[in-house]
């Protein structure tokens, strides 16, 4: 069940009660197939007040997948899609000049809703990405010298098209670290794809059916309630040093570090807090009011990958970030 010593969850280890928001994960899985991992790191994200950045080919599902998502938690969720023309404003909204009352008035943009889908947002140019920081890192909007408070729960999710890069603009180091995960969708088996292709098929035949099955499962009120629930999940001081662990290999530290000269940028303290902060919603999804090692290691990829920056000779010899993140975890011990 657990590598941690008794001593660490006496006390804890009951089972968490079943929530509203434990609806979603089986809920997803049943409309979407194949994405059993995105729809559960979606839910932590949201758990956590953190953001996903998900990678993959057009037709994989990604659209789809953060609409059904907002929609089984009646949340209020817009779509932008990213262009080398956006500006901050079409962001944040701005002050439009209301004539009547000779006034400037605020209209809010669409950041100004729970969940925000950004899709292709390498597309977006270099200001628009700064707007999007301070949304994402500070909770916040500022326009005109007034600084406005988004809603929670807030969550981004951005997504990116691996395969073409002509007219973009890569995301800057500093925007890639406020994603708590980093989600690679790649093509579906042929199985999967017979399976998908027979419930879109479904779902065109029988359009109010598909609708009644998406009602929605738990509110932001919910959410907010499962929030709370998260924040007392218990984790021990020796998961809390496996995480620093984990963290400080991508420095070449300890047993499971990497080589040198391997990583050019390592992973920065905000890994070790995403992974506790996620660790906490996994064990809760669960069942579970503590935390092991197996949450960690298990999320661990998602988190660690995008937050690490590899060397050209080993970009250059084939090795991806996720199999630098793998290295890590069979050659760091947890105890």
């Excluded at 899609?81 to 944040?92: E, F, G, N, R, S």
């Excluded at 090692?293 to 990958?305: G, N």
């Amino acid at each position: 069940m657990s590598n941690l010593p008794s001593a660490d969850i006496t006390h804890h280890d009951t089972l968490v009660a079943p929530h509203a928001v434990h609806q979603l994960v089986p809920a997803m899985q049943a409309q979407l197939v194949g994405l059993e991992q995105l729809t559960q790191r979606l839910l932590i994200a949201l758990l956590c007040g953190g953001h996903i950045l998900i990678e993959g080919p057009p037709g994989v599902a990604k659209t789809r997948t953060i609409k059904e998502f907002s929609r089984l938690m009646d949340a209020r969720f817009v779509r932008i899609q990213a262009t080398p023309d956006l500006l901050p404003t079409d962001m944040t909204g701005s002050d439009v000049f209301h004539q009547p009352t000779a006034e400037f008035r605020f209209i809010p943009g669409p950041l100004f809703n729970n969940i925000v889908l950004v899709d292709e947002i390498n597309r977006a140019p270099p200001k628009v990405q700064s707007a999007l920081l301070e949304a994402m890192g500070e909770r916040q909007i500022s326009t005109g010298g007034t600084t406005r408070v988004l809603e929670e729960p807030f969550l981004v999710a951005a997504t990116q098209n691996p395969i073409e890069h002509e007219g973009t603009y890569p995301l800057p180091e500093a925007q890639l670290d406020r994603f708590m995960f980093f989600v690679q969708l790649s093509l579906p088996t042929l199985d999967n794809e017979r399976r998908i292709l027979d419930q879109v098929l479904a779902e065109n035949s029988n359009a109010s059916e598909h609708d009644h099955q998406s009602l929605a499962l738990c509110t932001v009120d919910d959410v907010a309630s499962a929030r709370n629930a998260v924040h007392g999940v218990f984790i021990s001081d020796a998961v809390k040093d496996y995480i620093v662990r984990l963290t400080g290999a991508t420095r070449g530290i300890g047993k499971g570090g990497v080589k040198p000269g391997e990583i050019a940028h390592a992973a920065s303290p905000r890994a070790s807090i995403n992974l506790a902060l996620a660790a906490r919603a996994h064990a809760w999804l669960h069942l579970r009011n503590y935390v092991t090692p197996d949450d960690v290691a298990q999320l661990a990829p998602d988190i660690l990958c995008g937050r690490i920056i590899l060397d050209y000779r080993t970009r250059a010899a084939g090795i991806s970030e996720r199999d630098v993140v793998q290295q890590i975890l069979e050659n760091t011990p947890r105890l």
